[in-house]
């Protein structure tokens, strides 16, 4: 069974940059389409950003984000980053990791197996 650990939240000031890490375990990390989601206070949680298995080839961002934030991968690592860029204070969320085995749907929360625990990112100044 996958777990799936969320590091490098924190607080930054708006027009500022962090980099989210999502540790998995397991040896079928690399098969695992990947997304972030985040959820603000009293708001339903949404996706973020989506990438493919393996070489992890094709991304997808939601609106909000792109052009802002990148979703990577490195199998290797069995690690996830979301590197987010140019900060605003409506990005402020918990941010969660998923993991998905079927990616056909990567905004569908319904979609996910495995969930990280979440790690807070407050943009203000």
């Known amino acids: 069974q996958a777990q799936l650990v969320e590091s490098g939240g924190g607080l930054v000031q708006p027009g500022g940059s962090l980099r989210l890490s999502c540790a998995g375990s397991?040896?079928?990390?690399?098969?695992?389409?990947m997304a972030w989601f985040r959820q603000a206070p009293g708001k339903e949680r949404e996706s973020v950003a989506g990438i493919s298995t393996y070489s992890g080839v094709n991304t997808y961002y939601s609106d909000s984000v792109k052009g802002r934030f990148t979703i990577s991968r490195d199998n290797a690592k069995n690690t996830v980053y979301l590197q987010m860029n140019s900060l605003k204070p409506e990005d402020t969320a918990v941010y969660y990791c998923?993991?998905?085995?079927?990616?056909?749907?990567?905004?569908?929360?319904?979609?996910?197996?495995?969930w990280g625990q979440g790690t807070q990112v407050t943009v203000s100044s």
């Open positions: 998923a993991a998905s085995s079927i990616g056909s749907n990567w905004r569908s929360l319904s979609e996910y197996n495995y």
């Open positions: 397991g040896r079928t990390f690399r098969s695992y389409f």
